[in-house]
Every structure is written in C-alpha cells, then in structure tokens.
C-alpha cells in the first residue's frame, strides 16, 4: 500500500497539482466522482455489468480511490488505522446477530 500511496503522490507532483489537492476541493472531488460511479447504476435492475461497462466502473471506482487516498495523504491519515478504527466501531455499533 505505500508503494501505491508513493506512486500517486508522486503522479500529482509531476503534473504540478498540489496546489489542487486541499482537503475542500478533495472532498468535492470524492464526491463527483462517486456520483459518476452512481451513474453506471442508475435506472434499471442490477445484474452483472457487461466487460466494456465493468472497465468504466474499475475507472470510477479508481477516482473515487486516489482521490481518497491523496485527501489521506494530505491530511496526515494512516489509512490502515483509520480503516480499523472504523471497522471497530461498526462492530460495536452492528454486533453479529443484532444486525
């Protein structure tokens, strides 16, 4: 995973857009994309999307993703242990077999 973060931060720095990447503009950023993710499911039933229609959701998925990440990176938050501090409190909030 730090590879990974190593990578997309560099990728922003090569193009120049650290000025972009405050926490405000990230989070809208997060947003619009999740809205487009939203898209591909958007009117009709849900069964498994077509290879061409798969590809489109991994790209959303992905923006979604780095744009998460790079708002994690930013503000100084180790994923992991915001992830299982997370999962922590859904398991006190949804114990097995209350939920």
């Known amino acids: 995973m730090d590879k990974l973060i190593e990578e997309i931060i560099a990728f922003r720095d090569e ?5 972009k990447n405050n926490p ?3 989070a809208i950023s997060i947003s ?3 809205s ?3 898209e591909h499911f958007q009117w009709g039933e849900w069964k ?7 590809e489109e959701i991994g790209d959303e998925l992905a923006d979604v993703l ?5 708002m994690a990176h930013g503000m100084d938050f180790d994923i992991e242990g915001i992830i299982r501090s997370k999962m922590a409190k859904n398991a006190q909030k949804y114990p097995v077999g209350r939920s």
């Open 24 to 26: 405000k503009d990230l």
């Open 36 to 38: 487009e993710l939203l």
């Open 66 to 70: 780095i744009y998460c990440i790079t």
């Open 15 to 19: 193009r120049g857009w650290t000025g």
């Open 32 to 34: 619009l994309e999740a």
């Open 48 to 54: 498994e999307p077509a290879l061409e229609k798969r």
